[in-house]
T-cell receptor
Framework: DTAVSQTPKYLVTQMGNDKSIKCEQNLGHDTMYWYKQDSKKFLKIMFSYNNKELIINETVPNRFSPKSPDKAHLNLHINSLELGDSAVYFC?????????????FGEGSRLTVL | DAKTTQPNSMESNEEEPVHLPCNHSTISGTDYIHWYRQLPSQGPEYVIHGLTSNVNNRMASLAIAEDRKSSTLILHRATLRDAAVYYCILRDNNQGGKLIFGQGTELSVKP
C-alpha cells in the first residue's frame, strides 16, 4: 500500500494546455507539499498545505494552483503550460508543520511540455 | 533559509564504510539536521535526522559536531543499492516544516 501516491506518473502535453497532477497520502498526515525537480536535478519547494490551508507559496507563478479538497489530498493544476514547466513534480507529506520527523515523498510525476 | 555545503560527488567501494560530510555554519538553535537520499528515478527518501546528539538507525548513523556547524552521515557498509544523491538539509519548524534541498552529494559505489 503506497503511502504517498501521485497520478499520472508521466504526462506529455503541448504548450498552452492545462493539466493536473493528483496526490494522495494514506498516512493520516496533516501537512502536504509540492516540490519541483528541474533538469539540473535541483529540488525546489513550491507549496505546502496544512489541514487544507495554504501555508507556503514560494513565489510560484499563478498559473500553478494547488487544491486540497481534504487533508489527504493535494492536487496541482497548471494552466497555460510553458516549456519551462517540464520537470518532475514530487508530492510529499509530513505529520505536521511543527513536527521534527521525516517527509514522505511520492515517486514523482514527470511532466514534458512540447 | 539556512544553507548547507556538501561535496558534489564521492566514490566508495562496496562493503566499505562511507562518511558523507556536510557543513552548516549558519545553523540556528531550532534547526534540525536532516539527511535524505534520492535513488535514480525515485522520490527522495528519508535517511536520518538529529538535533544535537549523534543518532543511529537501521540505515545509517549521524555524527553531529559539538558546535553543530557540521555533521557526517555514516553508511557502515556501502552496497550497490546505496548509490544515490545524498542531501543534507536543515529543517526549521518555524518555517512551516519545509525542507530546503541543496545540491547534494552524488555517491557512487564500486563493486
Amino acid at each position: 500500500d503506497t503511502a504517498v501516491s501521485q497520478t499520472p506518473k508521466y504526462l506529455v502535453t503541448q504548450m498552452g494546455n492545462d493539466k493536473s497532477i493528483k496526490c494522495e497520502q494514506n498516512l493520516g498526515h496533516d501537512t502536504m507539499y509540492w516540490y519541483k525537480q528541474d533538469s539540473k536535478k535541483f529540488l525546489k519547494i513550491m507549496f505546502s498545505y496544512n489541514n487544507k490551508e495554504l501555508i507556503i507559496n514560494e513565489t510560484v507563478p499563478n498559473r500553478f494552483s494547488p487544491k486540497s479538497p481534504d487533508k489527504a489530498h493535494l492536487n496541482l493544476h497548471i494552466n497555460s503550460l510553458e516549456l519551462g514547466d517540464s520537470a518532475v513534480y514530487f508530492c510529499a507529506s509530513s505529520l505536521g508543520t511543527r513536527d521534527t520527523g521525516e517527509l514522505f515523498f511520492g515517486e514523482g510525476s514527470r511532466l514534458t511540455v512540447l | 533559509d539556512a544553507k548547507t555545503t556538501q561535496p558534489n560527488s564521492m566514490e566508495s567501494n562496496e562493503e566499505e564504510p562511507v562518511h558523507l560530510p556536510c557543513n552548516h555554519s549558519t545553523i540556528s538553535g531550532t534547526d534540525y539536521i536532516h539527511w535524505y537520499r534520492q535513488l535514480p528515478s525515485q522520490g527522495p527518501e528519508y535517511v536520518i535526522h538529529g538535533l544535537t546528539s549523534n543518532v543511529n538507525n537501521r540505515m545509517a548513523s549521524l555524527a553531529i559536531a559539538e558546535d553543530r556547524k557540521s555533521s557526517t552521515l555514516i553508511l557502515h557498509r556501502a552496497t550497490l543499492r546505496d548509490a544515490a544523491v545524498y542531501y543534507c538539509i536543515l529543517r526549521d519548524n518555524n518555517q512551516g516544516g519545509k525542507l530546503i534541498f541543496g545540491q547534494g552529494t552524488e555517491l557512487s559505489v564500486k563493486p
